[in-house]
């Protein structure tokens, strides 16, 4: 097998797109549910659909976007054209935003309510047209058996774009300056967050020469046709073995599982804390900051981890872990009255678990494809996922309504611990990289 070393660099530089993605939905989830309850002055249930009507368009338009990629041919790439396209509409979009709160405050009529929703879901559709092209540039460029550390170092990108907007946000608007404010004025804030993705952008472009990297990858593949699992059915397009099909099929179902399980507990979480033990947002925000705290310390060891053991194990060992964190969180909010030490630590190793999940799935699923169709089932990826985030609120909360508040980590630890099982049937997606011997085991690919 030809010596391969992940270019860090490179990648680092690739993840500035995933950056600016996430930098935006920070800012998104945490402000626009401000301005529609406050503002606009919409009760919990209709914020709540406004809301989730991001997860809804989703589910259609990264398939969408994401095979389009695929077919596009340009100077700049298959993937960069919809980065590009899609961030400056976006930031032209984003910025109608904070004017419209604004002026709705100043002096209100339905129409600038209107205009607000119709620019908001306009703004949605650009934030669509890009997030599987850019998410699908990473294994466009990088080799197969590298893309689990490559995904680590991704995520990682995302999660500093989500540091750098709460930090951004923390400096701005501090409890101090709001609390006595009739109307808070987020235009700083979607200027500053904009700037961040026009420069994330501009350096991407920079820095990044798509089209003769994702050549360079080609060519590799090519000297690696074991790698690949798509097979062509004789009129150029790409088929999958009925094999490696049912690993595709179970793969999705297992990600839609744990996603269901998991984003149950982040949805309901600080509710759930509030009604069980009494606490208040702070504490329940400080448990998911620790669990996030702990993925971002936990993406470059559990990639490296992967690359060593496969991705499959080290995503059923996270499997595991996560299932026994959330019986673990029954048992710690029953016991105690309060939080503590205790539930940190279980939060923390919360955290490590999904990072070991996050990082080696959407690998595993483009895998599965050759180069060409690396955007579809990007979107493939997501739609499972996204799909899992529209319906876990809803089934969470009613069963939460109906037997107990305290149902919330049993059902989340059985959903993940389902998703063990269907990952038992998947028998594809996991390449491994050579065993090093050394630092400088490998050599670079051509940057």
């Not at 300056?177 to 200027?191: A, E, G, R």
């Not at 097979?231 to 179970?250: I, M, N, Q, R, W």
Request: proline letters at 4%.
């Amino acid at each position: 097998m030809e010596q391969m070393k992940l270019n860090n660099r490179r990648t680092f530089l690739v993840g500035l797109a995933f950056l600016s993605i996430c930098a935006f939905w920070q800012m998104y989830d945490n402000v626009v549910p401000l301005i529609l309850r406050k503002t606009f002055n919409l009760d919990e249930s209709i914020t709540g659909m406004i809301m989730a009507a991001d997860n809804i368009l989703a589910l259609f338009l990264l398939p969408l976007f994401g095979g389009l990629s695929d077919r596009t041919s340009s100077k700049l790439g298959r993937r960069t054209p919809f980065i590009l396209v899609g961030t400056v509409i976006a930031v032209v979009l984003m910025n109608l935003l904070p004017i419209l709160d604004n002026s709705y405050c100043a002096a209100a009529a339905p129409f600038k309510f209107i205009s607000f929703v119709i620019v908001l879901g306009l703004l949605l559709v650009a934030m669509g047209i890009y997030r599987s092209p850019a998410v699908a540039l990473m294994p466009d460029v990088t080799p197969k058996p590298l893309r689990s550390r490559a995904n680590a170092i991704i995520n990682l990108m995302g999660a500093v774009g989500g540091i750098i907007y709460l930090g951004v946000a923390a400096v701005l608007y501090p409890t101090s300056k709001t609390s006595l404010l009739d109307h808070v004025n987020y235009q700083p804030l979607f200027i500053i967050v904009s700037v961040i993705m026009l420069a994330s952008l501009g350096l991407l472009l920079l820095t990044i020469r798509e089209p003769e990297l994702a050549r360079q990858n080609q060519e590799l593949e090519k000297r690696h046709p074991e790698w690949n699992l798509a097979e062509d059915d004789g009129s150029g397009h790409e088929t999958l073995p009925a094999p490696v099909k049912k690993s595709l099929g179970f793969l999705l179902a297992s990600i839609a599982l744990w996603f269901i399980g998991y984003n149950g507990v982040t949805t309901w979480f600080t509710t759930y804390i509030d009604e069980v033990m009494g606490e208040g947002l702070g504490g329940a925000s400080t448990c998911l900051m620790v669990a996030t705290g702990g993925a971002i310390v936990s993406y470059i060891p559990i990639g490296m981890v992967a690359s060593r053991i496969g991705r499959k194990k080290t995503i059923m060992c996270g499997i595991i872990l996560l299932a026994a964190c959330f019986m673990g969180g029954f048992v710690l909010t029953t016991v105690f009255d309060s939080i503590n030490l205790i539930m940190y630590a279980a939060f923390a190793l919360v955290g490590l678990a999904w990072a070991a999940i996050n990082v080696n799935s959407l690998p595993m699923v483009v895998e599965m494809c050759r180069g060409s169709d690396i955007g579809k089932f990007t979107g493939y990826y997501y739609t499972a996922s996204m799909l899992a985030q529209v319906i876990t609120p809803v089934i969470a909360g009613t069963l939460m309504k109906q037997i107990s508040y305290r149902i919330l980590f049993p059902y989340a630890a059985l959903f993940v611990a389902l998703s063990f099982v269907t990952m038992l049937f998947v028998r594809h997606g996991d390449v491994k990289a050579q065993p090093r011997r050394g630092l400088e085991a490998f050599e670079d690919m051509d940057s």
